[in-house]
């Protein structure tokens, strides 16, 4: 499973990078606005530090207006996967934009049906939002499953990239589902190296280590 990191923070992009963490990188609108810095501007830095896809939302509503900033983002750099909402215009948008050549991600994915539309609208990847649907009561990934399913079942090369990772069990458990890639925020991330008997056994290490003065350097 591919690791994208969801943020639009560059210091905390470098940091994963440099230990072959990020395959990739999503941005929303919301994060963008958190990060305080100019859309176009930062997405261009993205993209100097990291091979992989990175996502770029557009913000206009109506297809052709998405088409135009598709395009717009698109230019950046040739590794941007241009994002847009899973809408009727959306899915419009996926269609030309990935026509002309241009990786999209199809975003506010909910439902199984959603996600065999952007599937045959072309979409590169499909993020199905899994916190989300948790916070309402319904499993998110369940959704993931059933994408993974229909995507197989008629060999569509959409690859689920699952997002809203809240935890590092969603981590785990949308790898054994077999998602494509997760994206999910840097502490999430960081969060899966832990693990109470890892600190358990650490400290009782640390206890002979001092115990018997063992020293290596
Ligand atoms: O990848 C989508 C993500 O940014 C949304 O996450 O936690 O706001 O539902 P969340």
């Keep these: 499973m591919k690791f994208f990191v969801d943020t639009a923070e560059i210091d905390q992009i470098r940091e994963l990078h440099a230990l072959g963490m990020v395959d990739g990188v999503t941005t929303n609108p919301s994060l963008i606005a958190k990060s305080g810095r100019d859309i176009l501007g930062v997405i261009k830095e993205i993209c100097e530090i990291v091979e992989g896809p990175v996502s770029a939302e557009v913000v206009a509503l109506e297809a052709d207006a998405m088409i135009a900033e598709g ?9 941007i996967a241009v994002k847009v909402p899973l809408t009727w215009d959306g899915l419009k948008a996926c269609k030309v934009l990935s026509g002309e050549g241009n990786m999209v991600n199809v975003t506010l994915c909910f439902s199984a049906n959603q996600a065999l539309l952007a599937a045959k609208a072309g979409a590169t990847f499909i993020s199905p939002f899994i916190g989300r649907l948790d916070d309402i009561n319904i499993d998110g990934l369940d959704l993931i499953a059933d994408i993974r399913t229909i995507y197989d079942n008629y060999g569509f090369d959409t690859q689920i990239l699952a997002a809203s990772i809240r935890s590092a069990n969603h981590m785990s458990e949308c ?3 077999g998602a494509d890639v997760a994206t999910a925020p840097p502490s999430v991330i960081k969060a899966m190296a832990n693990h109470v008997l890892t600190d358990k056994g650490l400290a009782g290490f640390m206890a002979d280590v001092a115990k018997a003065g063992i020293k290596i350097l």
């Excluded at 395009?71 to 590794?79: E, F, G, S, V, Y």
């Design 71 to 79: 395009r717009k983002l698109a230019a950046i750099a040739p590794n």
């Design 175 to 177: 790898a054994k589902i």
